[in-house]
């Protein structure tokens, strides 16, 4: 995964990849590191998509821009679009199946 460290960045990777995994985390959580190492691993086998994170004190205006008003937020872009959202309580089941299914619709499109 890619740190970034401004709001323009991350808008430029969201436009220019189809599949954008974006984890936006506070650097004084423990729960952000852990669900950040772990989509990262979960990203490994998912070679489709990009997965991009941002600590809100680097980028405070991300918040706001993205409605990310609890850390962790975790959001999947397909083709500059939101097309899921989790926040706080991740389910990695959950997204896995997600992550799967919009791979699958990058294949067949």
């Known amino acids: 995964m890619q740190q970034l460290m401004s709001q323009e960045a991350i808008q430029h990777v969201i436009e220019e990849q189809r599949l954008?995994?974006?984890v936006v985390k506070t650097g004084q959580c423990g729960?952000?590191?852990s669900?950040?190492?772990k989509v990262a691993v979960m990203l490994e086998?998912?070679?489709?998509v990009t997965g991009i994170y941002v600590y809100m004190e680097d980028a405070p205006e991300v918040a706001s821009?993205?409605?990310a008003f609890s850390a962790p937020t975790v959001i999947l872009f397909?083709?500059?679009k939101e097309v899921f959202r989790v926040a706080r309580f991740v389910r990695f089941d959950e997204l896995e199946h997600v992550l799967s299914q919009y791979e699958e619709a990058l294949r067949e499109g």
């Open 65 to 67: 821009a993205y409605l």
């Open 31 to 33: 729960v952000c590191e």
């Open 35 to 37: 669900v950040q190492a």
């Open 20 to 22: 954008v995994l974006f």
């Open 45 to 48: 086998s998912h070679p489709d």
């Open 78 to 80: 397909f083709e500059g």
